[in-house]
């Protein structure tokens, strides 16, 4: 089994991928190492990755535009924190009464499997139910989900405008491209 590549290696990868100047990856400082939250996957290096190539490309379109190379520095433990945002939200300088909609929560699908059903946002939710075309129950949530299979559901929502995601295993998403 190889190493995991390291955050820095992902941030090269999508760099490339993404037809970076590879010379911008001299400019990159990553700190911290996982784990940067309680979790089977790699939070921390997704979350490090992630704002650092978006920093790093925001870096490099002020470079093009006549700027010096400018340093873009992540640490893992802030990118964590950044993906948990929502713990430390304020409205008005309070909490919020209610952080998650009633309705959002992992479903039961007909091929016996989950999917998660992101339904926070009223546009997120109205496009599930309208999708689905149900009530706004769990009953009748789960009655449409069970014509369905996970992974086919997953793909014809997203076309529709839903956030909803399959539920896969470890092993799953280790093999998924």
């Known amino acids: 089994m190889s190493a995991a590549p390291s955050p820095r290696d992902i941030v090269a990868d999508l760099w490339r991928r993404a037809g970076g100047d590879a010379s911008a990856l ?8 996982e784990p940067a939250l309680p979790s089977s996957f790699r939070v921390g290096a997704a979350a490090q990755a992630s704002i650092a190539a978006v ?13 010096a190379r400018q340093a873009v520095t992540v ?11 929502e713990h430390y939200l304020t409205v008005g300088g309070e909490a919020p009464a209610a952080m998650f909609d009633p309705l959002f ?9 989950f999917v998660r ?16 075309g149900c009530a706004p129950t769990r009953a009748s ?8 299979q996970a992974v086919a559901f997953e793909a014809e929502a997203y076309q529709r405008g839903c956030v909803a995601a399959a539920m896969r295993s470890p092993a799953e998403w280790a093999a998924h491209p």
Do not use: Q
């Open 26 to 33: 001299d400019d990159l400082k990553l700190t911290g190492a």
């Open 105 to 113: 929560a992992a479903y039961r699908t007909g091929d016996d499997r």
């Open 55 to 67: 920093g790093l490309a925001a870096a490099e379109l002020r470079h093009r535009a006549g700027a």
């Open 141 to 148: 949530i789960e009655a449409a989900l069970g014509k369905w």
């Open 75 to 85: 640490d893992m433990r802030h990118a964590a924190i950044e993906f948990r945002s």
């Open 117 to 132: 059903l992101h339904m926070n946002f009223p546009h997120h939710r109205e496009n599930v139910l309208k999708f689905l």
